[in-house]
């Protein structure tokens, strides 16, 4: 398997320090002119990325967005009602005929803080050896603090609230 991820380009080091294989900075490359054939997309931008990011995809590829719309497969994945399945069909269309456009599969995933979703990304993580990017420990008391590092973009990896001292 082969990781490639983008962002601004000061963090180039430090992600593929942690193990990606390959760093695109947002700022000055176009990741559309360096990759295709890619068999899975990660969306976390929504809009009007989903079809760019479709276009890198090969064939029968993959694109699972956390940020755009669900679609019908996921009302039926969640079994909702039959009334919202309905729903989340019609709202998600849009994101269907496009990646029937482009040959590939489109889905949403909803994430929640929820204990064995949880677990089972923390056996992911554990099995492909991956370490998560920690900039920050905060106490629980000083979240006001944590807030406005995140707010305004000064993180180099994860802001972590902590209820009690270590």
């Known amino acids: 398997m082969r990781v490639i991820t983008n962002g601004n380009g000061n963090h180039a080091d430090r992600v593929l320090a942690l193990g990606a294989d390959q760093f695109i900075d947002y700022q000055t ?3 559309r002119q360096m990759l295709s054939e890619v068999d899975l997309v990660l969306d976390t931008l929504g809009g009007e990325e989903i079809e760019k990011q479709m276009t890198i995809l ?14 019908g497969a996921f009302a039926k994945r969640m079994k909702l ?8 069909g ?5 994101f269907d005929q496009m990646a029937k456009k482009y040959g590939v599969r489109y889905d949403f995933i909803f ?4 204990g064995d979703q949880l677990q089972e990304v923390a056996t992911i993580l ?25 707010a305004n973009g000064r993180s180099s990896g994860k802001t972590v ?5 270590e």
């Open 58 to 71: 090969k064939k029968g590829g993959h694109l699972v967005s956390l940020r755009a719309m669900p679609n």
């Open 126 to 150: 554990d099995n492909l050896k991956l370490k998560p990017s920690i900039d920050t420990v905060y106490l629980f008391e000083e979240v006001n603090a944590a807030l406005d590092k995140v």
């Open 90 to 94: 019609l709202a998600g269309r849009g």
């Open 111 to 114: 994430v929640e803080s929820n």
């Open 29 to 31: 490359e176009d990741y």
């Open 161 to 165: 609230l902590t209820m009690k001292g």
């Open 81 to 88: 009602p039959i009334w919202k399945q309905l729903l989340f």
